[in-house]
């Protein structure tokens, strides 16, 4: 075999394996993130804590000055006429007791991720006035301008329970990381994307070449 055949063998096999790995980790992640599933640590609702894992995802509370935080996030279940908002599933909220603590969405392996939609709400119920719940995004490689921000307005006039938000395109895909930067917040039903149809086309496609070219070379 040809070095500049065995190079094109490689190439392709290269290809066909960063897709795979990139196809098996859009399966993974694909779905709701509901807060259904109490960590180790905290069994059940009402525990205060400073990270949560679910699906893949960490959430993570954190200081940008390099200290450790003092805000913390309980994973809640309110209930009918509380002072807290009901939806009848558990959930996290979030209320930050130190200067520029926030709340920190990552991925495993710091593998890239995308949002779609998100349940929010004011931590109190029922709610008298409006809040705003902003977003900050990181697409990795993106330059000159990788950085993305969205702010959603809930609560308000006696509202009670969630109001489902949905993320702008830019949100959807290529995301390093997602900082929560509001003071307080009641999140649920974090929605993640499923893989592209054409990604998975290309894929096939990439395979189907990749073992025409080694049976080809076979023969």
Same mark, same amino acid.
């Given at each position: 075999?040809?070095?500049?055949?065995?190079?094109?063998?490689?190439?392709?096999?290269?290809? @066909?394996? !960063?897709?795979? =790995?990139?196809?098996? &980790?859009?399966? %993974? @992640?694909?779905?709701?993130?509901?807060?259904? *599933?109490? /960590?180790?640590?905290?069994? +059940?609702?009402? %525990?205060?804590?400073?990270?949560?894992?679910?699906?893949?995802?960490?959430? =993570? !509370?954190?200081?940008?000055?390099?200290?450790?935080?003092? +805000? *913390?996030?309980?994973?809640? =279940?309110?209930? $009918?006429?509380?002072? +807290?908002?009901?939806?009848?599933?558990?959930?996290?909220?979030?209320?930050?007791?130190?200067?520029?603590?926030?709340?920190?969405?990552?991925?495993?392996?710091?593998?890239?991720?995308?949002?779609?939609?998100?349940?929010?709400?004011? !931590?109190? @119920? $029922?709610?008298?006035? /409006?809040?705003?719940?902003?977003? *900050?995004?990181?697409?990795?490689?993106? %330059?000159?301008?990788?950085?993305?921000?969205?702010?959603?307005?809930?609560?308000?006039?006696?509202?009670?329970?969630? =109001?489902?938000?949905?993320? /702008?395109?830019?949100?959807? +895909?290529?995301?390093?990381?997602? &900082?929560?930067?509001?003071?307080?917040?009641?999140?649920?039903?974090?929605?993640?994307? *499923?893989?592209?149809?054409? &990604?998975?086309?290309?894929?096939?496609?990439? !395979?189907?070449? @990749?073992?025409?070219?080694?049976?080809?070379?076979?023969?």
């Amino acid at each position: 075999m040809s070095s500049q055949n065995k190079k094109k063998r490689v190439g392709l096999l290269g290809c @066909a394996a !960063v897709l795979m =790995q990139s196809f098996i &980790a859009s399966l %993974y @992640a694909q779905g709701t993130i509901n807060f259904n *599933e109490p /960590p180790i640590l905290y069994p +059940s609702v009402g %525990y205060p804590m400073k990270t949560y894992y679910e699906q893949g995802f960490w959430f =993570q !509370v954190v200081n940008s000055y390099q200290r450790p935080p003092i +805000s *913390e996030m309980i994973r809640w =279940q309110g209930s $009918p006429g509380g002072a +807290s908002p009901y939806n009848g599933t558990p959930y996290i909220h979030f209320g930050r007791g130190g200067f520029d603590d926030h709340v920190l969405i990552t991925y495993t392996n710091n593998a890239l991720f995308g949002l779609v939609s998100v349940d929010l709400a004011d !931590v109190f @119920a $029922p709610s008298l006035d /409006p809040i705003s719940i902003t977003f *900050e995004g990181y697409r990795r490689g993106l %330059y000159p301008d990788p950085w993305i921000s969205v702010t959603f307005t809930v609560g308000g006039g006696g509202s009670t329970t969630f =109001q489902t938000c949905y993320f /702008p395109a830019l949100f959807n +895909s290529n995301l390093e990381w997602v &900082a929560i930067t509001s003071p307080r917040w009641a999140m649920d039903n974090l929605v993640v994307p *499923e893989p592209s149809t054409y &990604a998975l086309l290309g894929l096939g496609l990439l !395979v189907l070449a @990749a073992r025409r070219f080694i049976r080809r070379r076979k023969l």
